[in-house]
């Protein structure tokens, strides 16, 4: 837990670095007052001093009891591969989206979604894959007026 | 005079079958939300904005609105049914909740909750109307620097009550802030922190990021969670008898007052006002040792103060602009997609908007209690929906709400970024909640102080000329430097991320 901290800290300072150096590229003030980098640039820096503490106190903490270390910050085990089915399934889907539309990239995206939860029953598959992408496209772009992809290959 | 005059034209509006409609459907959706374990009120209201994408600004707002003090009930029922808070609010409600579902007085627990709720709902309401136009009326005289102030105080209260955690939670908000500056610069027209992307231009999209922070997260956490038996309580009736009624009264009154002083506070969160019911019903009791083993204040007191926070909530909204929590803040959202800034102004730009969404609340707690009460046991049969559609089904929701706003897939994936960070943040117990209200109060935040400092050629002095703007923002300042650096001496009262 606590070298997960000091990471995600570490990673929140470089960003904050990062701002600082980006936003001094911008004009801090000119002559009708601060310029679009004045409220970027000290939020930045602020953010620069807030990590440093944090990254102070948390190396400084005392070890954490056995049980904490426990506390596994990835996902791991069967937990993990469903955590990762959802990860990798939704970034296929989005990827998918552009090229073949919502409607087909729901419909395999539903499918081995639920899949991979552990459904197997077939015909509840179909259904639920069908319904979750053709038949929620329908309601949102006919009865709420929600723009969905169509998706490259049908236009 | 005024105020009622308003009123009484919002309930005529608020009564149309077209709102009517719209509030039923946000409760119902609401409580489904609330009832299924793992997705709080913020993760429901920000899942269910594309519903409203065609919807006016008023109809959207209520059937949002709806969705959220819906979800406020929704999670009692799995709190008493199975001992599984549906959202975090409801945490309280399991201690007392549970064991009367246990003795067979499972009716008589959500019956109670439903009651309190409609009541702590309401008188919270009668509250809003009485407080929110005079308070909008006085922040109406404020500048750019009282309302930089403002907003610096909002953001050190949430941050204040992070408890030994205020450091990472003053990151967060630094963090949110950052976020919150992609984008076209708006007062200069220049571009920052682009970095030549066509699609950050217009910033980084708030909603996208608050369902992946939620949404996403909420439903990664629960998929790597393994399954647990979960024992069902037996549902006889839904109906407390009058002497639980009567033992209740005492419960619900103390509630509302609890649950409405602490609504208006931004940052509380809705598990203090709960927390705080509790504790305060079982000091008062002559017989606490009943507490913990089915007392029915114990439920009724809690709920009650749940909802009275929902409504409460809402002042500094509607008043001043200022999101008390990340739900509150995702609602401020919807406004925003709508073009309706809350705030002050709001009371005289949009007067039948305001009011009618206000008469709203009260037709939306009738509407929950008409629901709640008979359909419990409908709504219990709602657990058995397994994982799997559940998550397929929100994720759906997710991709729709995330591209729907502006037609773009950049935004998808925004989502399921922050999705995965919101996962990595939550394990890693950094507070989610302030970078969430950095997000939605930075722009506001940066063109007030840069007005304020143009206003005064450069000069930070004008802090010092202004009682109201230096009061604002050296109280929350001083209390949050006091408790960074005692942190361990004070009791923290942490708040639950999915409120």
Known sequence: MRQGRLIATGAMLVFCLFAVWQSSLLSLTDRLGPGPGFFPFWLALIGVVLALALLFTTYREPAAPAADDEVRILPYGVGGMRWLAIVLLMAAAAAAMEVVGFRLAMLVFNAALVIALGERRWWVIALFAVGGSFGVYYVFTHWLDVLLPDGRIWS | ?499
Request: proline share 6%.
């Open chain 2, 1 to 499: 005079m005024d105020a009622l005059h308003h009123l009484l034209a919002g309930f005529a509006a608020a009564l149309s079958v077209k709102y009517l409609l719209f509030a039923l459907v946000g409760c119902v959706l609401g409580t489904l939300i609330g009832v299924l374990p793992g997705l709080g009120p913020a993760a429901g209201t920000a899942i269910l904005i594309p519903l409203t994408f065609s919807l006016d600004a008023t109809g959207a707002i209520i059937m949002l609105s709806a969705i959220y003090y819906g979800a406020m009930y929704g999670g009692t029922i799995t709190s008493v049914l199975i001992n599984v808070p549906g959202e975090a609010a409801s945490v309280v409600t399991c201690i007392d909740g549970h064991q009367m579902a246990r003795q067979g007085r499972a009716g008589s627990a959500l019956g109670i909750a439903a009651i309190g709720s409609f009541v702590g709902g309401t008188l919270a309401t009668v509250a809003l109307v009485v407080v929110a136009m005079p308070l909008a009326s006085l922040a109406l005289k404020f500048g750019p620097a009282e309302f930089f102030a403002l907003m610096v105080a909002g953001l050190c209260l949430v941050v204040g009550l992070a408890g030994n955690n205020m450091m990472a939670a003053l990151l967060m908000t630094v963090i949110g802030l950052l976020l919150a500056l992609v984008g076209v610069d708006p007062v200069r027209g220049a571009p920052r922190f682009t970095f030549g992307v066509e699609e950050l231009y217009d910033g980084i999209g708030f909603i996208p990021v608050v369902m992946g922070l939620f949404g996403v997260a909420e439903l990664l956490l629960a998929a790597e969670k393994r399954q647990t038996h979960m024992v069902e309580a037996e549902l006889k009736s839904w109906m407390p008898t009058a002497a639980e009624c009567k033992q209740s009264v005492g419960a619900i009154g103390r509630g509302t007052v609890v649950g409405f002083v602490l609504g208006l506070i931004p940052g509380v969160g809705a598990i203090v006002p709960t927390f705080m019911a509790y504790v305060l019903e079982k000091r008062v009791s002559k017989t606490p040792e009943r507490f913990g083993k089915g007392a029915i204040e114990g439920v009724a007191s809690a709920e009650t103060a749940n909802n009275a926070y929902a409504n409460a909530a809402m002042v500094p909204l509607l008043a001043l602009g200022i999101p008390s929590s990340p739900t509150i803040a995702v609602l401020m959202g919807a406004f925003i997609i709508n073009g309706i800034t809350p705030g002050p102004f709001l009371f005289q730009e949009q007067p039948a908007l305001v009011w009618t969404v206000i008469a709203s609340f009260f037709v939306g707690n009738v509407l929950l209690l008409i629901l709640n009460l008979p359909l419990v046991g409908l709504w219990a049969k709602l657990l058995k929906i397994p994982f799997s559609y559940m998550c397929a089904g929100v994720l759906i929701f997710c991709v729709i709400g995330a591209y729907g706003l502006k037609q773009s897939l950049f935004d998808v994936w925004v989502m399921l970024g922050f999705g995965i960070l919101g996962y990595l943040l939550r394990k890693l117990d950094f507070p989610i909640a302030p970078a969430i209200l950095a997000l939605i109060l930075g722009p506001m935040m940066e063109k007030s102080l840069r007005t304020t400092l143009e206003i005064s050629g450069g000069s930070f002095a004008i802090f010092l000329d202004r009682p109201v703007a230096l009061t604002l923002l050296a109280v929350p300042v001083i209390v949050v430097g006091f408790l960074l650096f005692k942190p361990r001496s004070l009791a923290p009262l942490r708040e639950g991320d999915s409120e």
